[in-house]
Protein backbone atom coordinates (compact mmCIF):
# COMPACT_ATOMS: atom_id res chain seq x y z
CA UNK A 1 0.00 0.00 0.00
CA UNK A 2 1.11 3.38 -0.74
CA UNK A 3 -0.33 6.28 1.52
CA UNK A 4 0.36 9.90 -0.12
CA UNK A 5 0.79 12.74 2.65
CA UNK A 6 -0.89 15.28 0.42
CA UNK A 7 -4.39 14.66 -0.57
CA UNK A 8 -2.83 14.75 -4.43
CA UNK A 9 -0.13 11.41 -3.75
CA UNK A 10 -1.63 8.06 -4.61
CA UNK A 11 -2.90 6.20 -1.83
CA UNK A 12 -4.44 2.84 -1.89
CA UNK A 13 -6.75 2.02 0.38
CA UNK A 14 -9.86 0.81 -1.63
CA UNK A 15 -9.02 -2.80 -1.63
CA UNK A 16 -9.45 -2.89 -5.92
CA UNK A 17 -8.13 -1.49 -8.96
CA UNK A 18 -11.54 -0.56 -10.01
CA UNK A 19 -11.63 1.33 -7.10
CA UNK A 20 -8.57 3.09 -7.23
CA UNK A 21 -9.21 4.18 -10.38
CA UNK A 22 -12.11 6.34 -9.15
CA UNK A 23 -9.68 7.63 -6.72
CA UNK A 24 -7.46 9.43 -8.70
CA UNK A 25 -10.70 11.89 -10.13
CA UNK A 26 -11.06 15.12 -8.97
CA UNK A 27 -14.14 14.57 -7.37
CA UNK A 28 -12.10 12.39 -5.11
CA UNK A 29 -8.56 14.27 -4.14
CA UNK A 30 -9.75 17.55 -3.71
CA UNK A 31 -9.07 19.89 -6.23
CA UNK A 32 -6.32 17.32 -7.87
CA UNK A 33 -6.36 15.64 -11.52
CA UNK A 34 -3.91 12.77 -10.46
CA UNK A 35 -3.86 11.38 -14.15
CA UNK A 36 -2.36 14.21 -15.46
CA UNK A 37 -0.23 12.77 -18.16
CA UNK A 38 0.95 10.00 -19.40
CA UNK A 39 3.77 9.76 -17.25
CA UNK A 40 1.66 9.53 -14.16
CA UNK A 41 -0.87 6.91 -15.93
CA UNK A 42 2.22 4.60 -16.52
CA UNK A 43 3.28 5.61 -13.03
CA UNK A 44 -0.39 4.07 -11.77
CA UNK A 45 -0.26 0.99 -13.95
CA UNK A 46 2.88 0.05 -12.22
CA UNK A 47 1.53 1.21 -8.73
CA UNK A 48 -1.76 -0.56 -8.81
CA UNK A 49 0.02 -3.87 -9.57
CA UNK A 50 -1.73 -3.87 -13.20
CA UNK A 51 1.82 -4.00 -14.71
CA UNK A 52 4.49 -6.15 -13.59
CA UNK A 53 7.63 -4.05 -12.64
CA UNK A 54 10.28 -4.18 -15.35
CA UNK A 55 7.12 -3.93 -18.36
CA UNK A 56 7.43 -1.48 -21.39
CA UNK A 57 4.91 1.50 -21.35
CA UNK A 58 6.34 2.90 -23.99
CA UNK A 59 3.05 2.93 -26.23
CA UNK A 60 1.31 5.08 -23.53
CA UNK A 61 0.52 8.50 -24.48
CA UNK A 62 -2.14 11.45 -23.90
CA UNK A 63 -4.65 9.06 -26.14
CA UNK A 64 -4.60 6.18 -23.02
CA UNK A 65 -4.98 8.79 -20.36
CA UNK A 66 -8.61 10.10 -22.44
CA UNK A 67 -9.78 6.52 -22.66
CA UNK A 68 -8.91 5.60 -19.11
CA UNK A 69 -10.57 9.03 -17.61
CA UNK A 70 -13.46 7.77 -19.47
CA UNK A 71 -13.68 4.26 -18.02
CA UNK A 72 -12.98 6.66 -14.61
CA UNK A 73 -16.15 8.21 -15.24
CA UNK A 74 -18.33 5.12 -16.32
CA UNK A 75 -17.16 2.96 -12.89
CA UNK A 76 -17.77 6.17 -10.86
CA UNK A 77 -21.49 6.58 -12.11
CA UNK A 78 -21.64 3.18 -12.15
CA UNK A 79 -21.10 2.16 -8.83
CA UNK A 80 -22.80 5.60 -7.70
CA UNK A 81 -25.86 4.43 -9.23
CA UNK A 82 -25.79 1.15 -7.20
CA UNK A 83 -25.62 2.48 -3.94
CA UNK A 84 -28.09 4.96 -4.65
CA UNK A 85 -30.32 1.37 -5.66
CA UNK A 86 -30.74 2.68 -8.78
CA UNK A 87 -29.23 1.81 -12.47
CA UNK A 88 -27.16 3.41 -14.93
CA UNK A 89 -28.02 1.58 -18.41
CA UNK A 90 -25.18 3.97 -19.92
CA UNK A 91 -22.61 3.71 -17.36
CA UNK A 92 -23.14 -0.36 -17.51
CA UNK A 93 -23.04 -0.58 -21.15
CA UNK A 94 -19.92 1.61 -21.36
CA UNK A 95 -18.10 -0.84 -18.59
CA UNK A 96 -19.23 -3.96 -20.29
CA UNK A 97 -18.48 -3.18 -23.22
CA UNK A 98 -14.28 -2.41 -22.02
CA UNK A 99 -14.78 -5.20 -19.94
CA UNK A 100 -15.26 -7.79 -22.90
CA UNK A 101 -12.30 -7.28 -24.40
CA UNK A 102 -9.28 -9.53 -23.32
CA UNK A 103 -7.01 -8.24 -20.20
CA UNK A 104 -3.20 -8.98 -21.02
CA UNK A 105 -1.86 -12.28 -21.25
CA UNK A 106 0.38 -13.27 -17.94
CA UNK A 107 3.26 -15.61 -17.59
CA UNK A 108 5.68 -16.69 -15.17
CA UNK A 109 9.31 -16.60 -15.44
CA UNK A 110 12.30 -16.95 -13.38
CA UNK A 111 13.40 -14.22 -11.55
CA UNK A 112 16.92 -13.22 -10.18
CA UNK A 113 16.55 -15.29 -6.67
CA UNK A 114 15.13 -18.11 -8.84
CA UNK A 115 11.48 -17.88 -7.56
CA UNK A 116 8.92 -17.47 -9.90
CA UNK A 117 7.81 -14.04 -11.27
CA UNK A 118 4.57 -12.98 -13.23
CA UNK A 119 5.36 -11.10 -16.37
CA UNK A 120 3.26 -10.23 -19.23
CA UNK A 121 3.39 -11.96 -22.70
CA UNK A 122 3.92 -8.79 -24.26
CA UNK A 123 3.85 -4.72 -24.42
CA UNK A 124 0.32 -4.40 -22.76
CA UNK A 125 -2.14 -2.41 -25.28
CA UNK A 126 -4.36 0.53 -23.73
CA UNK A 127 -7.91 -1.69 -24.44
CA UNK A 128 -6.17 -4.74 -22.47
CA UNK A 129 -5.49 -2.49 -19.66
CA UNK A 130 -8.63 -1.16 -19.86
CA UNK A 131 -10.48 -4.46 -20.00
CA UNK A 132 -8.95 -5.71 -16.41
CA UNK A 133 -9.61 -2.92 -14.75
CA UNK A 134 -13.61 -3.22 -16.35
CA UNK A 135 -13.78 -6.33 -15.44
CA UNK A 136 -12.68 -6.04 -11.97
CA UNK A 137 -15.82 -3.40 -11.57
CA UNK A 138 -17.83 -6.03 -12.87
CA UNK A 139 -16.32 -8.74 -10.69
CA UNK A 140 -16.68 -6.67 -8.00
CA UNK A 141 -20.51 -5.96 -8.47
CA UNK A 142 -21.39 -9.42 -9.55
CA UNK A 143 -19.92 -11.00 -6.09
CA UNK A 144 -22.71 -10.67 -3.72
CA UNK A 145 -19.98 -10.56 -0.85
CA UNK A 146 -17.81 -7.74 -2.03
CA UNK A 147 -20.71 -5.76 -3.25
CA UNK A 148 -22.11 -5.82 0.28
CA UNK A 149 -18.93 -4.49 1.52
CA UNK A 150 -19.06 -1.24 -0.89
CA UNK A 151 -19.23 2.00 0.63
CA UNK A 152 -18.22 5.96 0.13
CA UNK A 153 -16.33 7.62 2.02
CA UNK A 154 -18.76 9.77 4.78
CA UNK A 155 -15.82 12.68 4.99
CA UNK A 156 -17.01 16.17 4.04
CA UNK A 157 -15.30 16.57 0.62
CA UNK A 158 -14.19 12.52 -0.32
CA UNK A 159 -16.13 11.00 -3.19
CA UNK A 160 -14.08 7.79 -2.84
CA UNK A 161 -14.79 4.52 -2.48
CA UNK A 162 -14.02 1.63 -0.70
CA UNK A 163 -14.52 -1.80 0.49
CA UNK A 164 -15.49 -2.35 4.64
CA UNK A 165 -14.00 -5.57 5.24
CA UNK A 166 -13.87 -4.87 9.05
CA UNK A 167 -15.46 -6.48 11.54
CA UNK A 168 -19.11 -5.66 12.56
CA UNK A 169 -18.61 -3.36 8.63
CA UNK A 170 -18.28 -0.60 10.85
CA UNK A 171 -15.54 1.28 8.54
CA UNK A 172 -16.81 5.21 7.94
CA UNK A 173 -13.62 6.29 5.98
CA UNK A 174 -11.67 5.36 3.33
CA UNK A 175 -8.80 6.03 5.59
CA UNK A 176 -8.44 6.30 8.93
CA UNK A 177 -4.92 8.22 8.79
CA UNK A 178 -6.31 10.74 6.15
CA UNK A 179 -9.85 11.32 6.19
CA UNK A 180 -10.93 9.73 9.33
CA UNK A 181 -8.42 11.73 10.73
CA UNK A 182 -9.72 14.91 9.44
CA UNK A 183 -13.25 14.07 10.79
CA UNK A 184 -11.55 13.72 14.22
CA UNK A 185 -9.87 16.97 13.99
CA UNK A 186 -13.16 18.82 12.56
CA UNK A 187 -15.31 17.83 15.51
CA UNK A 188 -12.66 18.54 18.06
CA UNK A 189 -12.84 22.28 16.73
CA UNK A 190 -16.78 22.51 16.20
CA UNK A 191 -16.68 21.45 19.80
CA UNK A 192 -14.08 23.41 21.25
CA UNK A 193 -15.87 26.42 19.22
CA UNK A 194 -19.23 25.60 20.85
CA UNK A 195 -17.53 25.23 24.45
CA UNK A 196 -16.09 29.15 23.81
CA UNK A 197 -19.58 30.20 22.47
CA UNK A 198 -21.26 29.06 25.65
CA UNK A 199 -18.40 30.46 27.41
CA UNK A 200 -18.72 33.67 26.02
CA UNK A 201 -22.85 33.83 26.24
CA UNK A 202 -22.63 33.21 29.76
Not at 36 to 61: I, Q
Not at 98 to 127: F, I, M, Q, W
Amino acid sequence: MMTGKSPCDWRFESGRPCLDLVATGIGTTGACELLDGAGRLADWLFATGLVPDGTRLDAVDESWVVRFRQLRAGVDRLLTAELGGRGDRCALDRVNALAAGAPPGLRAVRGRSGKLVRTLNGDPECGELLAAVARDAIELLTDPVARAGLRRCEAGGCRRFYLDTSRGRRRRWCSSEVCGNRERVARHRRRAAARSSDAGGS
